[in-house]
């Protein structure tokens, strides 16, 4: 019966054993990637640098394996150099310019764009109310009293001036107002400056 008991321990502990091996392996393997990770990438130790190991390795004849040699001066330190400069430039002077008085330019003399009239033509057919509607949506500054006014002097006169336009918009209007459905009709006249 003891010699099961110890059968059984030992049992245990080489299970032990094993279950720990493949951890005691894992963690070896890290301490020595990180040991040797450290000591890649870590400063030079002991105040000797990377520079002056490359010079000791090189000055006792073992080749290091590539990289190109120190380039040495061709001037020795504490030589003399003569330093020739034979440049000669030519200074202008540019001389001053007073502003003069500014000079304005010349006012020409144009001539106004002639004006001309239109002229709404009385018609007994007319509808008063579409007739002052087409007027104020037509022209701008057309408000609905001056329509009115404009369509009883047409009326009772048998025209009556619209107001004075340069020649394109005078002809814009009078087609617009030739387009409304029932038609109203209208006239160009020159505005005469006498």
Do not use: W
């Not at 951890?23 to 640098?49: D, E, K, Q, V, Y």
């Not at 004006?115 to 007739?131: A, P, R, W």
């Not at 037509?138 to 047409?154: K, L, Y």
Request: overall charge neutral.
């Amino acid at each position: 019966h003891q010699k099961a008991a110890k059968n059984i321990a030992c049992q245990r502990t080489s299970i032990i054993k094993l279950q720990r091996t493949p951890i005691m392996a894992l963690r070896l393997l890290l301490c020595a990637i990180a040991l040797a990770s450290a000591t890649a990438f870590a400063p030079p130790a002991f105040g000797i640098s990377s520079r002056t190991s490359s010079s000791l390795l090189a000055r006792s004849g073992e080749d290091s394996g590539g990289g190109a040699a120190l380039a040495k001066p061709k001037v020795q330190i504490g030589q003399k150099t003569a330093l020739v400069t034979d440049t000669k430039q030519k200074v202008v002077e540019k001389k001053k310019v007073q502003p003069a008085e500014p000079t304005f330019r010349r006012d020409d003399d144009f001539e106004e764009a002639p004006m001309f009239k239109v002229m709404l033509l009385g018609d007994d057919e007319y509808d008063q109310v579409h007739v002052i509607e087409r007027m104020q949506a037509i022209i701008e500054e057309m408000d609905e009293n001056m329509a009115a006014s404009i369509f009883t002097q047409a009326q009772a006169g048998g025209k009556s001036m619209i107001g004075k336009f340069p020649y394109e918009r005078a002809e814009l209007y009078k087609e617009q107002l030739l387009r409304s459905d029932p038609l109203i009709y209208s006239d160009i006249e020159e505005d005469k400056k006498d």
